[in-house]
């Protein structure tokens, strides 16, 4: 049996997480890919020189995590599988582990082994002048969907693991990479950013905790909270007053790009191969 380790990535339509799905692919992992809507999907364009291996699959699929936990009931979600040799298919998938199953055969067996929570969603006013439906979406993107996307990704990994007991032994470990800000810390304040701040201190807190739940299952839980990410959406999306603040409060060594985020990515993952 030839067991191959997939990557699941959410936000992977732009920015970062389009960066973490380019890396990872690149360094032979198979990936699925979420956006928020068909048509985002629809921009993701795997190449062949992101290809390592003629074994690895690619599939994206919509998920609108504002539509928490809504999104959770679904019985199908529109994706689209990627080829080497054709033009690309478009899919309805039953369930986040459908592909899996699917690419498993011929004494190859996929399995999700890496979960990126990278999808989130930024405010753009003052705390008073945020709205009950603001705050809800960005609630729902960046601590609860996160939270029910380890959870299934947990009990998927905890079932390969029964189901394989020796794929886990010299591989690398399963893991969880939640992407927080360097605004979930008390030191950098910007007004304009309260609720989103909160919501990253939020999904920080939690995967410390849940780390702690994890080790008997040797499955690793971890953050990154990276500073000001150059060129992504979501620092455009601000406004001119709070892009100036936040430049100003984060110190130039704290800025990184989309590229050195999904590089951290990587090493983070890989390095889990150290670990007995």
């Given at each position: 049996m030839h067991f191959l380790p997939v990557a699941m990535v959410t936000g992977s339509t732009r920015g970062i997480g389009k960066a973490i799905s380019q890396k990872l692919s690149q360094e032979g992992l198979s990936c699925i890919m979420l956006g928020s809507t068909k048509e985002t999907i629809k921009r993701i364009d795997i190449r062949k020189d992101q290809l390592a291996s003629s074994h690895q699959r690619y599939c994206a699929m919509a998920i609108d995590f504002r539509k928490w936990p809504h999104w959770t009931g679904c019985e199908l979600y529109d994706g689209i599988e990627y080829f080497q040799d054709r033009p690309p298919l478009e899919q309805r998938y039953s369930s986040l582990f459908e592909p899996c199953d699917k690419w498993s055969s011929n004494g190859y067996f996929y399995y999700v082994n890496l979960l990126v929570n990278c999808a989130g969603l930024t405010q753009e006013s003052l705390s008073v002048r945020t709205t009950s439906s603001q705050i809800q979406e960005i609630m729902n993107v960046n601590f609860m969907s996160p939270v029910t996307m380890t959870n299934l990704c947990v009990k998927n990994m905890m079932k390969s693991q029964r189901k394989f007991p020796e794929l886990f032994v010299k591989s690398t470990r399963p893991t969880i990479i939640n992407?927080?800000?360097?605004?979930?810390?008390?030191?950098?304040?910007?007004?304009?950013?309260?609720?989103?701040?909160?919501?990253?201190?939020?999904?920080?807190?939690?995967?410390?905790?849940?780390?702690?739940?994890?080790?008997?299952?040797k499955i690793r839980c971890l953050t990154i909270s990276p500073g000001l990410v150059k060129g992504t959406d979501m620092i455009r999306n601000l406004s001119v007053t709070s892009q100036e603040e936040l430049t100003s409060a984060i110190d130039t060594k704290y800025v990184t790009t989309p590229a050195e985020v999904a590089q951290q990515v990587w090493s983070l993952y890989n390095e889990s191969k150290l670990y007995e």
């Open positions: 992407l927080s800000s360097i605004l979930q810390s008390g030191e950098v304040k910007v007004p304009g950013t309260s609720v989103y701040s909160a919501s990253k201190a939020a999904l920080s807190r939690y995967t410390e905790v849940l780390a702690r739940e994890m080790e008997p299952r």
